[in-house]
């Protein structure tokens, strides 16, 4: 959120922000504890039915939307009837590649953080894993004692997983797991909706999926990681670009060539050896199903104005 407001901010516009009707606390604190003037930056709540006028409004110049394909289809639309611009930051199915010349156990703690932090609620999530058959068998180990420690509910470190947002969203994640069981696939841990209250799902980690299984064609959204076993780069690679979507990707490699190759992957954002690495100076635009628009650094900026020339004429 703040990465597109700020910017709108300082190029001088008013804003008008409408947080996802599953999460609108944080959005209506947030907008309390701004310091500026009355009008500058106004709160909408609500569903797609206030998301809809809001986008076809003709005073909006520019939607700047996050959020499913869907959703970003309509406000893309709305913005197209009136001729106007909009930045769609849409889903994600993130590859990450495992080269044969990694540290394993670190890189299994890494991707295990990549693909369960916040409950695999990140656009960026890593949600397909690519590794190769030189390391696959320890590596697949270490990642399922890696989820291991990512317990429900637990613990204060940070490796405790939270519930999904809503019972639709935990009810998609598992049905994402259980037809890939259903076609095949091995669940080494996690798979099983808990008891009790609450939107919990374990960490789950998967082999022997395929790529005509959903957990491997849409955006799960959940704390699921399924792997594979490539028995090249090259292969890792062309898998990892086996998706309509295109928004970020992981590579985890120490060879050189491995490393100038990572940009073949079809990704906004492309990370080397550690996920969501960078920051404000990277910028970057989506493929695909993921959106359209650049973001990020001074694009993030530019998106907010319109050039304009003014041209004065030569006199005597």
Not at 10 to 24: C, D, I
Not at 154 to 182: F, I, K, M, N, Y
Not at 241 to 248: H, K, P, S
Not at 278 to 294: D, K
Request: hydrophobic fraction near 45%.
């Amino acid at each position: 959120m703040l990465g597109s407001l700020l910017p709108l901010l300082a190029a001088g516009n008013t804003v008008v922000l409408k947080p996802s009707e599953k999460s609108p606390l944080s959005a209506a604190r947030f907008v309390e504890l701004l310091d500026l003037p009355p009008g500058v930056v106004n709160l909408v709540h609500g569903d797609a039915r206030a998301g809809r006028p809001l986008a076809a409004h003709e005073d909006v110049a520019l939607p700047h939307f996050t959020g499913s394909v869907e959703a970003g289809r309509s406000v893309g639309a709305a913005a197209a009837q009136r001729l106007q611009r909009s930045v769609l930051e849409l889903g994600g199915n993130a590859p990450v590649i495992v080269d044969a010349d990694v540290d394993v156990a670190a890189t299994a703690q890494a991707v295990a953080f990549s693909s369960f932090v916040n409950s695999g609620q990140i656009c960026t999530s890593s949600e397909r894993i690519y590794v190769h058959r030189a390391v696959a068998q320890e590596f697949i180990a270490a990642l399922v004692d890696a989820a291991g420690a990512y317990a429900l509910n637990a613990d204060r470190d940070g490796t405790g997983l939270g519930p999904l947002v809503d019972e639709t969203q935990r009810s998609l994640v598992h049905a994402h797991v259980a037809e890939a069981v259903e076609l095949g696939a091995t669940v080494l841990c996690g798979g099983v909706v808990p008891d009790g209250p609450g939107f919990g799902y374990p960490a789950t980690v998967l082999t022997g999926v395929t790529a005509d299984m959903r957990l491997m064609r849409e955006e799960t959204f959940g704390p699921v990681a399924p792997v594979v076993v490539v028995d090249s780069f090259d292969e890792a690679i062309e898998l990892a670009n086996d998706t309509g979507f295109g928004l970020a990707a992981t590579v985890y490699t120490h060879d050189p060539v491995h490393q100038q190759r990572a940009g073949d992957i079809r990704a906004a954002l492309v990370w080397i050896n550690a996920w969501q690495q960078g920051g404000v100076n990277a910028t970057y635009e989506p493929w695909g199903l993921s959106g359209v628009g650049a973001a990020g650094a001074d694009a993030s900026f530019d998106t907010a104005p319109r050039p304009v020339s003014v041209l004065l004429a030569a006199t005597d």
